[in-house]
């Protein structure tokens, strides 16, 4: 464009589409006025305070919605690598065979590793296998808890929440379903890796036994006996 305002085409638009074009340009540059001054770059992002990394992020995070996302709430006494698998369990982001399959890894034996029943799933090896069913009951008895009914991994991880407890009641009981699941885990290698399959009560006994250690070093309770564990009281 020239000027005095006039279009300067190599040939004139004819077709419907560059006439199209042509009416959209036009309309958008009715509101554009130009000047002699020097080119600059402006951000209209953050208003009067300029540009900086915090106002890009809040002005990408204010587009989205995050009101329906699941933020799942991490257990102090346990270690972080627990916490972190749970994380990855519940986003299905654990390498079962249905995972690895679905990711185009070639699996031989696809059955769950612990009781040889069923596709090994997250939902299968932490909430229907019948060694990990067995594994729970024995810890709602323990913990003195009704017994529950299971069906996601997001009951598990939830289970803390569900019940009227004190705070110290639902403190130790979220960090014991964590532990459990890590041990449930590594049962399920155990068995897939070395052929050895561990039973429920082999499995409890050692949530029992290991949680016990992190909860007494790692929950500020002070003095702790292994007594006071089993039988679940002084929480």
């Known amino acids: 464009m020239d000027g005095e305002g006039l279009w300067l085409w190599r040939h004139d638009p004819t077709t419907s589409e560059e006439l199209s074009e042509w009416?959209?340009?036009?309309a958008a540059l009715?509101?554009?006025s130009l000047s002699s001054g020097k080119d600059s770059w402006s951000w209209l992002g953050a208003g009067p305070k300029g540009y900086s990394v915090a106002a890009v992020k809040r002005l990408i995070s204010s587009s989205r919605d995050f009101s329906d996302r699941y933020v799942m709430?991490?257990?102090?006494?346990?270690?972080?690598?627990?916490?972190?698998?749970?994380?990855?369990?519940?986003?299905?982001?654990?390498?079962?065979?249905?995972?690895?399959?679905?990711?185009?890894?070639?699996?031989?034996d696809d059955l769950c590793s612990l009781c040889g029943d069923?596709?090994?799933?997250?939902?299968?090896?932490f909430s229907?296998?019948?060694?990990?069913?067995?594994?729970?009951?024995?810890v709602s008895l323990w913990c003195r808890i009704p017994r529950f009914f299971i069906f996601s991994f997001r009951d598990l991880?939830?289970?803390?929440?569900?019940?009227?407890?004190?705070?110290?009641?639902?403190?130790?009981l979220h960090g014991i379903v964590v532990t459990t699941?890590?041990?449930?885990?590594?049962?399920?290698?155990?068995?897939?890796?070395?052929?050895?399959?561990?039973?429920?009560?082999?499995?409890?006994?050692?949530?029992?036994?290991v949680s016990f250690?992190?909860?007494?070093?790692?929950?500020?309770?002070?003095?702790?006996?292994?007594g006071d564990w089993c039988k679940f009281v002084s929480m």
């Open 181 to 209: 699941c890590w041990m449930l885990w590594k049962a399920r290698n155990n068995a897939r890796f070395n052929g050895y399959r561990s039973s429920a009560e082999e499995i409890f006994s050692e949530v029992r036994v």
């Open 157 to 172: 991880i939830e289970l803390h929440n569900v019940g009227v407890y004190n705070k110290a009641v639902r403190v130790a």
């Open 213 to 226: 250690f992190w909860y007494k070093h790692r929950a500020k309770k002070g003095v702790f006996e292994w």
């Open 30 to 32: 009715v509101s554009v």
């Open 73 to 108: 709430e991490w257990c102090r006494w346990v270690p972080k690598k627990c916490n972190i698998f749970a994380w990855r369990a519940d986003l299905n982001r654990i390498p079962t065979c249905d995972a690895l399959g679905s990711r185009g890894v070639a699996v031989i």
């Open 23 to 26: 009416q959209a340009l036009s």
């Open 118 to 125: 069923g596709l090994e799933t997250v939902s299968h090896i």
């Open 128 to 138: 229907a296998c019948r060694i990990s069913l067995g594994v729970w009951e024995k």
